[in-house]
């Protein structure tokens, strides 16, 4: 097809629009950075090229390259929109004070990729959070194949048996430096845990003095009974496994049994 103007109209019309795009691109990728995750400098990588191939088909006047430039230019920035919408919505459930359930278990959280594409073969936390974990907490009913250690790793891709007795592990060390001394403050705990050297363990409540409880009495018993199982003990005990979100959630899907612990 014959171009409608001259080719110094074609190169400065090119220019305006490849130019155009990449500031609208910019504006949206350079807004939304802060949600950036794995993978999205590969896609700010393709937009550029899809500005470079709309300039080249408008200076040679190609319908075809102009087709395939716009096609990828919204192709982009459409697939873009979901990347950064799913790590915007963990990071702003993070900050208000939700932050993913079994964040402790993993680490990293998945990329948009890895929780859309089977074929990564990633394991599948939120899923399985979402499908097993959560209703199993609430008494309700859960899909056949959250019923046991090998169904979880067929369909979700999780070594769960391992994945919880590294966490147990995790637990079991935590308590210690609890109990020496090493994480005297609050502060130094949970700060330990968002840095994933330690692990939640059940503590006494925020401003009772652990020294001021009497022994033999029922006092916090549950959670006293659970911190020291994790000192004595080599494997879970009920106690701690009820004060663990994930076990307890695994005893109510029926995967383990309390007296029976597999790590």
Known sequence: ????????????????????AALAGAVVFYGRYPFAEPGTNYLIGAYGVCCFLLFFGIRLWKITIMAIAIFGLIGVQSYSARKFSWRENYISL????????LNEFIDHYPTYEEYTFEFMKAPDWVRFNDECVQPALTQNP???R???FDLIQRYYRIDLRQAMSQHFAKMKRT?????EGKLSKRSAYAECIANK???TIPLLPKGVDANAIDPGSQDYIGIRQAFWSLINDKKMSPTACALTPLCKALVN???VIPDKMPF
């Open 94 to 101: 993070a900050q208000m004070g939700q932050p993913f359930f």
């Open 1 to 20: 097809m014959l171009p409608p103007i001259n080719e110094r109209n074609l190169n400065i019309l090119g220019i305006v629009a490849a130019v155009i």
């Open 146 to 148: 959250c019923a046991s």
């Open 197 to 199: 050297q330690c692990a």
């Open 175 to 179: 308590a210690t430096m609890v109990q």
């Open 253 to 255: 899907m029926r995967v």
């Open 142 to 144: 859960v899909p056949p």
